[in-house]
């Protein structure tokens, strides 16, 4: 009995809330009000379910009685549903089994409306049919005509397919010579000509189609075609044309799955599961002209106006940025995935829609052919970015190598090039030079995220173009934050530097998982092709991103607020429970104590280098050198260990002379094992900086690789890369283990799990938390409040972003609207409709914006935002980052590594 009730407690399924006596109270907030409900308890489950469930316990089965109906559950395909099952499991299991009922069914269900094809009468005119009708299939399956009211009404109702349905069953196509003519032909005096043109239409089916033209000038045969909604394959005697709807299509597709134009031929010829080899004929001959990317030109100056409507930007331009003054930031990266092959076909143009967002090629050749930027001094971080040893190509069948851009906070593209090379700073230092010119004459702060931000830095520092660019301010992004040493984390996070926000960095990551799907497309493109799509795919991506600039700014907004309560309410918590009195002020000075640890110059770092122990090594690497003589069978080797010794040697006694050394110093001397000891403990601790930062590369791609699907090539790269810093960590932890044990008998080597564990005590000694001082608090109760100090201050700074840019937002789109309005007034009737239409959404999307921003802007509190608004503004963002997007792993994971620092 005790069991059963046990177990009864476990199985109960209770409610949220609170427990009124023998009734339960719940509240929930409904459209920004909390309305209270009062439930009565859960109910118990049955004793005969308990009993049933009784027959397994923890993985042992009990024997008991059976009936036979349990035994009917294995026999039925489709065991029946449990009533404790949740409402969703039953209503899909109900969809389910009643589609496997009718899956045998379709194509009898299908035919049964060609049963009855001739009807006793005509749908239009209602006379009688007697020997034969005719049924359009565009119009709808009951659509059945005589003969004279289908000629009559189809032609003036193009490319539906007619079918001529005989008294005995038979079907033979049903042919309405088409005749199309725009309203020119009605007031023209000159006397038109025909041709019978090939039309493919919306629906991907295929006419002949006589259509007029005009011998005048003042419309060719392209006007006419464009009035039509008809797009030439050539623009010269076109025989085959096709509709300009059909094209949106394909150019829509395009842009969001990525898809050729020869998949798209081939999907339209396989339509119907059967080959239509006459319109796979007609379409292979558009795909050998230069008729669709001219298409994607009519569709790009349809979209931004620009050659009607002067200073008119629209979707084309960010929105929230700064324009005039304030704070702009924008992400730096590289991306090796979309290459051109060498062997690809020349241009015989140059790219025509990509004026305003790739740089030519010239430009930079000629800009990286004499800039120097190797690097030669021992960086911070492991990666092969801004390395000009490792970026070289690395093969000679790619013309180009991938490319490098920059987008804005709001993850709008602005500025991409054409890379030859890998990732040099070079690439870089170009795009910044662009951002100045840019930004030369307006009072705006330009904050830059890299992933190597911090090589970028010294780079200008010793070419001596940091004072060119002392507006800037650098920073590395928070996931690649962790590949970098600890104090250039403490120096270059954007986490920790002022004024960057709640932003994570990772912007141009989630712009390359959108455009990286199109390598298979424009690898083997001509050059001028493959910029041009690269570019419809950035602005179309860009398009998108300020289509919900809206609720992405809210949902900003409120995480930063949900950020900033999270964080008080913690620093509170942990202040009330210890022994003194500690409020932010307090938490400030520990964090500048922390941030001047990390920041100590170089010099500081070498105070104990003593001329002992610069003594000591010195004899140390001569006696190398001369073990390495007397061992050396080539005579190259001896000669160039001989160099070295005498080089040694000549130092040696220098520094004999000037500290008046009377006798060199031996191994077995108390002097020389003193320093020997001192050296030791220097490498040990370097040993422990090296094996912290590789265990955090190594926590890195761990994350990463829990993106990707097991056995992909992105999967099987990071296991390669995480199995190398696995070896190199053993390698150090052996040699670590083995230098500590010569200077001290009673040394426990250090486990490998131990080492693998950041927060480990292990790294007390390189934590700089470690070193600010306080005789009361302990030091990872300083880490923990720190650390929220810090997001705390993110915080503040991110809400006052937020509503600065959307202030930015609600003024650019007043402006487009004013520009659009007065360019209206004075465009005919033809482009007034363009431009009236286009107004008029504007404006219904300013409006939008400005009940979503109206509460920020006005200071209301925000609290009473839908629910349901708030997490499909969160699936959009998890949709926009695709694979790129740190997952919810990944991100505990910062939070942890960031207490830890």
């Excluded at 940025?321 to 062997?343: I, M, Q």
């Excluded at 970028?456 to 301010?473: I, M, P, T, Y």
């Excluded at 190398?724 to 001290?744: D, F, G, M, R, V």
């Excluded at 708030?870 to 505990?892: C, G, K």
């Amino acid at each position: 009995m005790i069991f059963n009730y046990v177990l009864d407690l476990i199985q109960m399924p209770f409610s949220k809330g609170k427990r009124l006596g023998n009734k339960i109270k719940v509240t929930r907030n409904f459209n920004g009000k909390k309305v209270t409900k009062i439930k009565s308890p859960p109910r118990k489950r049955i004793k005969n379910e308990i009993t049933n469930n009784n027959n397994n316990i923890n993985g042992v089965v009990i024997d008991g009685a059976c009936s036979s109906q349990e035994f009917e559950v294995f026999d039925n395909p489709i065991a029946p549903i449990s009533p404790t099952s949740k409402r969703y499991e039953r209503a899909k299991a109900k969809e389910h089994c009643r589609w496997d009922e009718l899956n045998n069914d379709f194509v009898e269900m299908f035919s049964k409306q060609y049963n009855n094809l001739l009807p006793s009468k005509c749908c239009f005119c209602e006379e009688s049919l007697i020997e034969c009708c005719v049924w359009c299939k565009s119009c709808g399956p009951s659509t059945i005509y005589c003969k004279d009211c289908a000629l009559k009404i189809h032609q003036n109702i193009h490319f539906h397919s007619l079918i001529e349905v005989t008294e005995s069953g038979g079907f033979n196509e049903f042919k309405v010579v088409c005749s199309m003519k725009t309203e020119h032909h009605r007031y023209c005096i000159n006397q038109p000509y025909t041709r019978v043109l090939t039309v493919i239409s919306e629906n991907g089916t295929h006419h002949q189609c006589k259509i007029h033209f005009c011998h005048c000038e003042c419309e060719n045969e392209l006007d006419t075609l464009l009035s039509l909604d008809l797009w030439p394959v050539t623009p010269i005697k076109p025989n085959t044309v096709i509709s300009i709807n059909l094209l949106h299509l394909f150019v829509a597709l395009q842009l969001e799955g990525k898809i050729s134009f020869t998949s798209f031929c081939e999907g339209l010829a396989w339509k119907t599961g059967v080959m239509d080899l006459k319109l796979k004929m007609y379409l292979n001959r558009m795909a050998q002209t230069d008729c669709v990317d001219q298409f994607r030109n009519f569709r790009r100056q349809l979209i931004n106006l620009k050659n009607i409507c002067k200073g008119y930007s629209g979707l084309e331009e960010c929105a929230s940025c700064p324009k005039e003054d304030g704070s702009v930031f924008y992400s730096f990266d590289a991306n090796f995935g979309l290459v051109l092959k060498t062997s690809s076909s020349k241009s015989k143009r140059l790219a025509s829609r990509s004026d305003d967002l790739f740089v030519p090629d010239d430009e930079i050749t000629g800009f990286m052919e004499g800039y120097d930027d190797s690097t030669k001094s021992k960086e911070c971080s492991n990666f092969q970015a801004g390395n000009n040893l490792r970026s070289k190509r690395k093969t000679n069948k790619l013309s180009v190598t991938g490319i490098f851009g920059a987008s804005c906070r709001h993850e709008f593209p602005k500025i991409f090039l054409n890379m030859k090379h890998g990732e040099r700073l070079g690439y870089a230092v170009f795009i910044l030079d662009r951002l100045l010119k840019e930004h030369i004459d307006k009072r705006v702060n330009v904050h830059v995220v890299y992933d190597i931000a911090s090589v970028l830095k010294s780079h200008l520092q010793k070419n001596k173009l940091h004072e060119k660019f002392h507006r800037f301010k650098f920073g590395i992004p928070v996931f690649h934050s962790y590949g970098h040493k600890g104090d250039c984390q403490v120096k270059n996070s954007i986490r920790r530097l002022d004024g960057f926000g709640l932003m994570d960095g990772e912007h141009m990551e989630r712009l390359w998982s959108y455009l990286r799907s199109f390598s298979k497309i424009t690898k083997e493109m001509t050059p001028a092709h493959r910029t041009d799509l690269l570019s419809d795919a950035l602005m179309h991506f860009g398009a998108k991103k300020m289509s919900n600039i809206g609720k992405h700014l809210v949902f900003l907004h409120h995480k930063a607020k949900e950020t900033l309560n999270s964080c008080q309410s913690e620093i509170q918590s942990i202040c009330s429970g210890l022994a003194v009195v500690v409020n932010e002020e307090t938490i400030q000075t520990w964090k500048v104590e922390e941030d001047n640890m990390g920041k100590k110059p170089p010099s500081q770092e070498i105070d104990w280098l003593d001329w002992k122990q610069l003594y000591y090594r010195k004899l140390r690497d001569y006696n190398k050198e001369m073990s390495l003589f007397m061992l050396s069978e080539k005579c190259s080797d001896i000669e160039a260990h001989k160099r070295k010794a005498k080089r040694l040697e000549s130092s040696l006694i220098s520094l004999e002379k000037k500290y008046k050394i009377k006798l060199r110093w031996t191994t077995s001397s108390t002097d020389y094992r003193s320093q020997h000891t001192e050296y030791i403990k220097v490498q040990s601790s370097e040993m422990i900086s090296t094996l912290f930062h590789r265990c955090s590369e190594r926590l890195m791609l761990l994350a990463l690789k829990k993106r990707y699907a097991d056995g992909s090539a992105i999967a099987t790269r990071l296991c390669k890369q995480i199995n190398k810093s696995c070896t190199e960590i053993k390698n150090i932890l052996a040699s670590y283990n083995t230098i500590n044990s010569e200077i001290c008998d009673s040394f426990k080597p250090v486990q490998y799990i131990v080492v693998l564990d950041v927060k480990s005590s292990f790294y007390d000694k390189i934590n700089f938390v470690s070193h600010v001082k306080s005789s009361v608090v302990p030091g990872p109760v300083i880490k923990t409040l720190i650390q929220f100090y810090i997001r705390k201050q993110r915080a503040l700074e991110e809400m006052l972003l937020v509503k600065k840019e959307m202030e930015n937002t609600l003024r650019y789109w007043e402006q487009q609207i004013e520009i659009l309005h007065n360019v209206t007034i004075s465009q005919s009737s033809g482009l007034k409709y363009i431009l009236c239409e286009r107004l008029e959404m504007i404006k219904e999307f300013a409006e939008e914006l400005q009940k979503l921003f109206s509460p920020t802007i006005n200071g209301v509190d925000n609290e009473a935002l839908d629910e349901e608004f708030l997490i499909e503004d969160d699936q959009l963002a998890e949709e926009s980052s695709d694979e790129e997007n740190p997952s919810e792993s990944e991100e505990n994971f910062h939070e942890d590594h960031e207490l830890y620092l």
